[in-house]
Structures are given as structure tokens and as C-alpha cells.
């Protein structure tokens, strides 16, 4: 029976017997998620708050206005998952729905890449136990959707499936194994360039855990091989693109290996699974390495009984553990070397959201070999397996109740944290700006403002962007230039102030500002007339004798 996106496989599912069985598990398992996330991202008019860059990029793949003043080499930053986006963009048709529904699927995505890979590692039940893990009881993936990171949800989704895909290659030695491992690789690099030395830490330590476990160079000499296309052309592309990469590098802010350690255990339910995976480990590694067979959890003759590959290389129950612990201490190990460096900043952090998928499917493991050896101690065939169920169950209910409560409300917290304020009278600022093009000119304005109006409208923009993470290079001039108008707001109409705001305005063709709706509104009164006013922001329309369009060359 053919059940794994790698190859064929045999079926070994105790909880529920047969593939419906495990189809069933998976769609109910699926359906909850998907009901937690899409509620919660549908609550709010607006996106998750990354969004915003994300839409920007990808008007420019989809054909759609963009602003002038953006560059053309920051629209590639994150090819892969920014052309998912564009295609949604083209089907839906609005953007504001295209980038809820691309989060929605980006989590999805990432979920069923556990699943696929924990169905080629171990038996379906551990797969759907994962799958149902990384989906409820974990809050790493709702944090990145909290605040809009759907590019590296993304690029965690091609990482599991890399593993997956790398121990297939090397159990099989099949080309078309290999050259699948190959693209996976290419396309999970591109998904999310700043979390590429993620990779080469994870797969690396898989492939040298493999080699150990069987004594021989080749696992890791074929990864090295497998891995030198897909590498060389995203180092050309980094090269394509370094002025920009460059640029982010060198504003970004850094974390500690400590940060790492944080964002990890602040999730209690994630907590206990690590710590159930440190207190069960000397079992687990006991009852893998030295049981040819885990029933529910590691059967290589029921799993691989129809498979006709070469095999190349035997998978046992020693190499899966194994793998499994390489893909948790490679990115680890990376991050603490990367932390101890002189001089190095760089968001450590990050690492946190690709360990999910392992503790998932080594606590669904955990849960497995704990079920199967309190069995042991259970007489009779019928006995010990009805023992074997119920103690999966059991011990898979202590973790998904608590893990689904915490991580809904998690999201709804940490989305509260990331919201956009004044999102009703934003929404209606935009949607009126939107109604206005197609016009010449630049919207000044607040930074959260001016970013939606870019993503949503097109429009160029001019404000102050927060420091951290650029990919322009013109960002601190506008700033610079923005903060002249902040200037005239904060300390008064002066003559000085005023012939400053009449500079800027002329430099980067202003034709609407946006301010907050307060007496200090007043202060552009001789700059031009109010146009559209919310509870929160006044729209002001400059006068056109002071834009002077006609003379200035513009920037945006």
C-alpha cells in the first residue's frame, strides 16, 4: 500500500485499523486546527501584522501596482513563499482575503509535512499522534502566525519534509528520491533566506547520525552530494541579492541563545513535552535500538513489506531515533556556537519554531514506547494490546487538551500584542485613499498607516519605518525627511518648520498626509485642507501650488 508522499509503506495502525482509519484521524484532526486558526484570523479585518511586507512583494510577482519608491530587488527576498501569496492574490483578487487564506494554508501546510514525515520515520498511529501534536498542543506555530511569519512557517514545512525526504533518498538510493530531496532543499532555502543555516545544522547532524548508526561515510557523503545543486544555486542567488541581504544583516536585531531557551519554554504544554523527552530518553533509546520491533511505533517489516527498493540502506529502529534526535540538537547546537561568537547578531530566535516538528513527533514517540511497555507487563495477546491503547490515549489526551487550550488562547493574546491600533478608523483611511487612484503623488503618514496603504492600495509612501530588519536603502532618508513634517506637528507652525515641510513636500510630491485627529492637525492648516476625517486620523490634502509637481523630480 502506497500511504507515504516518499514511497511505498506497509500499514500498522493499532488505534484504528485500516488507512480509512488513519485518512478519518487526520481530516478530524485537521478540521479541528483549522476551525481554532481560521476563526482567529478571520476576528480581525486586517491580516496578521506582517502581513503588510508580505502583500507588498507580492503585488509586484502578481502584476499589481506598486509603489515607485520601492526597489525591485527587495520584491525577491523570499521568492517561494512570496509567489504562494501572488497566486492568491490573482485567484481572490483581494488582497486582505488572499493573505488570511495564504496563513491559513501556509499552517496547514506545515502541520501535514509532520504528518508525511512521521509516517516515513515511524508507524501511522506515531504520524497521526504527531500530527495531532504539532497541530493542538503546541503554541510555536500560532506565534508566528500571531504576528504575520508565514514565510517561515513555510520554509518549517519544506525543512520536515527535507527530513523525510533525506532518509528516503538514503534508504532507497533511488535517483528520483534523491532529486525530490534535492528540490525540497532548493525551494525551503528560498521559502525564508534568513533561516537557511537552519538547514545545513539540521540535515547535517541527520545525515552524520545516520552514518554513525551505521558505521559507514555514506550517508553523509551522498546528503553532501545531493545537496551541492540545490546549495550552489542559493548561494548565486544570495549573490543576486547581497546589497539586500547585506542591508537587513546589518540592522537586524540579534538574540541570545537564552532568547532561544525562552520562547521554548514559555509554552508550559511544550515544556512538559521536552521535559517528558529528556526524563523517557534512556527507554526510548532502549527500546528502539534494542527492539528489532515496537509494535504501534516501529515495525520495518510491516511498514517497508511491500517496498521494492534497493535498500541501500537499512532503516532501523536505532537510525529513526536518531534522526529524530539530530534534527533536535543540530539547529540547538547551531544556535549556541552562533550565540558564543564575537560580534555575530542575529535573531536566534527564530530557531525555536523549527524545533516543533521534532518534539511533536519525538513526544508522539515518547508516548508510544511508554504505551508499549506498560503492555508488556499485561498477560495475554488481546489484553496487552487493549492495555497499549488505552495508555496512548490516555497519555495523548494529557498533552492535547491542555496544548489545544493554551495555544488558542495564546494566539489571541499575542495577536492583541501585534494588532494594529485604531484598525477601524486604518481600514477606513485606506479604503478611502483606495477609492481616490488612481492619483499621482505620495501618502505621508504614521508608519502603520503608510505600510497597509502600500500593501492594500499600491500607493508610494513616505513615514518613519522602525529600525531593524531594512531591505531599502532609502529607508532613513525618508525617515529623516518624514520627521521634518513630525517636526512641524510636535513644536508649532514656525517659519523655519514650515519652509522644511514645504521641501520635503515638494522632494517627494506629498499629496496627502495622514495625522492623528487632534488639535495639532491644525498646524498643517496652511499646508492644504482636510479631506476625510475618522475618530482617530484626519487625511489632509496638500495644496497643489506647494507640491509644485510640475518642477520636482521626486523620489518615490
Not at 120 to 147: H, I, K, M, Y
Not at 291 to 317: C, H, I, K, M, W
Not at 364 to 386: I, K, L, P, Y
Not at 439 to 458: C, E, H, M, Q, R
Request: glycine letters at 8%.
Amino acid at each position: 500500500m502506497n500511504t507515504s508522499l516518499f514511497g511505498k509503506r506497509g500499514l500498522s495502525l493499532t488505534v484504528v485499523d485500516g488507512r480509512l482509519g488513519e485518512i478519518l484521524l487526520v481530516v478530524a484532526i485537521a478540521a479541528v486546527s483549522l476551525s481554532i486558526v481560521t476563526t482567529r484570523v478571520f476576528s480581525r479585518w486586517l491580516p496578521p501584522n506582517d502581513a503588510k511586507h508580505w502583500l507588498l512583494r507580492a503585488r509586484y510577482f502578481a502584476g499589481w501596482a506598486v509603489p515607485a519608491s520601492e526597489g525591485a530587488g527587495q520584491f525577491a527576498t523570499h521568492p517561494v513563499a512570496i509567489m504562494s501569496l501572488a497566486l492568491l492574490l490573482l485567484l481572490l483578487g483581494s488582497a486582505v482575503l488572499a493573505a488570511k487564506v495564504w496563513a491559513i494554508t501556509a499552517f496547514l501546510w506545515t502541520t501535514l509535512a509532520v504528518f508525511v514525515t512521521a509516517r516515513e520515520l515511524f508507524s501511522p498511529r506515531v504520524a497521526v499522534l504527531a500530527f495531532a501534536f504539532v497541530s493542538l498542543g503546541q503554541s510555536l506555530f500560532f506565534d508566528l502566525l500571531s504576528f504575520g511569519g508565514v514565510p517561515q512557517l513555510i520554509s518549517v514545512g519544506f525543512l520536515t519534509l527535507c527530513v523525510g525526504a533525506l532518509v528516503r533518498a538514503r534508504r532507497t538510493g533511488y535517483r528520483a528520491d534523491r532529486i525530490v530531496f534535492a528540490l525540497l532543499l532548493l525551494l525551503g532555502l528560498l521559502a525564508h533566506p534568513p533561516s537557511s543555516p537552519v538547514y545545513p545544522a539540521t540535515l547535517g547532524a541527520v545525515a552524520v547520525g545516520l552514518a554513525v548508526v551505521s558505521s559507514q561515510r555514506r550517508p553523509v557523503v551522498e546528503t553532501v552530494v545531493d545537496a551541492a545543486i540545490p546549495s550552489l544555486l542559493f548561494l548565486g542567488y544570495l549573490a543576486s541579492q547581497w546589497n539586500i541581504f547585506s542591508l537587513y544583516t546589518s540592522t537586524v536585531g540579534g538574540h541570545d541563545f537564552g532568547v532561544l531557551l525562552y520562547k521554548l519554554s514559555r509554552d508550559p504544554v511544550l515544556e512538559v513535552m521536552g521535559l517528558a523527552l529528556l526524563v523517557f530518553f534512556p527507554l526510548v533509546v532502549y527500546v528502539l535500538f534494542l527492539q528489532g520491533t515496537v509494535d504501534g511505533v516501529f515495525d520495518p517489516l510491516d511498514q517497508y513489506r511491500n517496498d521494492t527498493s534497493l535498500r541501500a540502506f537499512e532503516l532501523t529502529g536505532g537510525a529513526v531515533g536518531v534522526v529524530v534526535l539530530g534534527w533536535l540538537l543540530g539547529p540547538l547546537t547551531m544556535a549556541a556556537v552562533v550565540s558564543s561568537l564575537p560580534n555575530v547578531s542575529t535573531e536566534l530566535a527564530r530557531v525555536s519554531f523549527f524545533l516543533a516538528p521534532p518534539i511533536a513527533i519525538g513526544t508522539a514517540v515518547t508516548v508510544g514506547v511508554a504505551a508499549w511497555t506498560v503492555s508488556r507487563f499485561v498477560d495475554g495477546n488481546e489484553s496487552s494490546d487493549r492495555a497499549r491503547r488505552i495508555v496512548a490515549v490516555v497519555l495523548a489526551l494529557v498533552v492535547l487538551v491542555p496544548g489545544a487550550y493554551w495555544s488558542s488562547g495564546y494566539y489571541e493574546s499575542a495577536q492583541n500584542y501585534y494588532s494594529v491600533k485604531n484598525d477601524d478608523s486604518l481600514r477606513s483611511v485606506v479604503g478611502w485613499l483606495d477609492q481616490q487612484q488612481p492619483f499621482s503623488g505620495t501618502v505621508a503618514g504614521p508608519f502603520y498607516v503608510i505600510s497597509w496603504t502600500k500593501a492594500l492600495t499600491g500607493q508610494s509612501g513616505l513615514t518613519a519605518t522602525p529600525a531593524g530588519g531594512s531591505y531599502r536603502p532609502d529607508e532613513r532618508r525618508e525617515s529623516a525627511a518624514f520627521q521634518t513634517l513630525e517636526d512641524l506637528r510636535w513644536e508649532g507652525a514656525t517659519p523655519a518648520n514650515l519652509d522644511a515641510a514645504r521641501d520635503v513636500i515638494r522632494a517627494y510630491d506629498v499629496r496627502y498626509i495622514v495625522v492623528p485627529n487632534n488639535w495639532r492637525q491644525t498646524r498643517f492648516d496652511s499646508l492644504g485642507t482636510v479631506v476625510y476625517t475618522t475618530d482617530d486620523l484626519v487625511v489632509i490634502e496638500v495644496d497643489p501650488t506647494i507640491r509644485n509637481t510640475a518642477s520636482s523630480g521626486g523620489d518615490a
